[in-house]
């Protein structure tokens, strides 16, 4: 057949068949006249390098597995030293992805550099192109108690399971034997990351990392004052939060509820912001599967580790 056909056939240019000619990988019989005469296997073989490059491996790499058709195996990839090829481009791709990874990082550093160097608007405008999420804003409007978790207390924790930041799965009716600190926040931000556009708007929505960082700081403190675990938990997905976990250093574990299936269980109180509908910010304390105490409306979230600290010390010894 001739070079057009062939092309046609398996898919790629006639421009590439003459590169392939060119690396040797294709050796098409010579007529008379000095026309190419392609055959069914030389298909074959184009095909193997056209699906091969998709993969992200070079053409001038295929080789390898060319070669392991030409000596009668099924399938190109039935040799060692396709094997090897593969193993050969998985190590390029990863050396590109960590490049690339390296650079992004960089990227977002400067950007956040240079958004706050040359930004003229202060945090509490709530506009500027990156967000110090460790800080609060001064000015942040308060949360009012509209008691939507009046109820909670006295409640019985559901039978739910959920996924934590380091795998396990976490069963909210048996948290085990003390008290339990289960504070739920709506969103924790990211570096490089916007915010859901008026974020700080919204009354009790901004100070999740601050929160985090205060149980963080206090949980040696939490424990020896009662505690016997602490969790975070939002609606954000475990790598999401896992993330932030690392990041933050955090010595307790998040759990993830992307479903908020904890929030139709109880009855949590929930906001909707672009698009997105998310928990209020509050605290439980459970003790043998029962909501003994909430800590509703948070505010500011800064100081609410300290404010369950001092809780857990005045209720010590409350049977």
């Not at 421009?15 to 074959?44: F, M, T, W």
């Not at 992805?97 to 003229?120: D, K, M, N, P, Y």
């Not at 109820?151 to 959920?162: K, S, Y």
């Not at 149980?215 to 004052?225: I, K, Y």
Request: net charge neutral; aromatic share 6%.
């Amino acid at each position: 057949m001739r070079i057009g056909e062939l092309a046609r056939r398996a898919g790629v240019t006639t421009k590439a068949v003459r590169y392939y000619e060119s690396l040797g990988l294709l050796a098409p019989v010579r007529l008379a006249n000095g026309y190419r005469d392609y055959d069914e296997h030389d298909v074959r073989l184009t095909r193997e390098i056209r699906a091969l490059s998709l993969l992200g491996i070079p053409v001038e790499a295929t080789r390898p597995f060319l070669e392991c058709l030409a000596l009668g195996h099924r399938h190109a990839d039935d040799c060692p030293a396709a094997l090897a090829g593969y193993r050969d481009a998985i190590d390029e791709l990863t050396r590109r992805i960590e490049g690339l990874t390296a650079r992004r990082a960089a990227l977002v550093t400067h950007l956040h550099r240079a958004a706050h160097r040359s930004s003229r608007l202060s945090p509490a405008e709530g506009e500027e192109a990156m967000t110090d999420h460790t800080s609060l804003p001064a000015g942040l409007p308060v949360p009012e108690d509209d008691g939507a978790a009046a109820h909670l207390r006295g409640a019985r924790m559901p039978r739910l399971e959920l996924r934590a930041t380091d795998g396990a799965t976490v069963s909210l009716d048996a948290l085990g034997a003390g008290r339990t600190v289960l504070y739920v926040y709506p969103l924790t931000g990211r570096p490089g990351t916007d915010l859901p556009e008026g974020w700080n708007s919204i009354p009790g929505a901004r100070g999740c990392t601050v929160e985090a960082c205060g149980f963080r700081d206090h949980h040696q403190d939490l424990l020896a004052a009662g505690a016997a675990r602490v969790y975070g938990l939002s609606g954000q997905d475990r790598d999401y939060q896992r993330e932030v976990t690392e990041r933050l250093r955090l010595p307790f574990q998040m759990l993830s509820d992307p479903a908020r299936s904890l929030g139709r269980a109880l009855g949590l109180p929930t906001f909707t912001t672009g698009g997105l509908t998310l928990y209020k910010r509050l605290t439980l304390i459970v003790k043998d599967s029962v909501i003994e105490h909430v800590f509703y409306p948070i505010f500011p979230p800064d100081r609410h580790a300290a404010q369950v600290l001092a809780w857990l010390g005045d209720n010590a010894h409350r049977p």
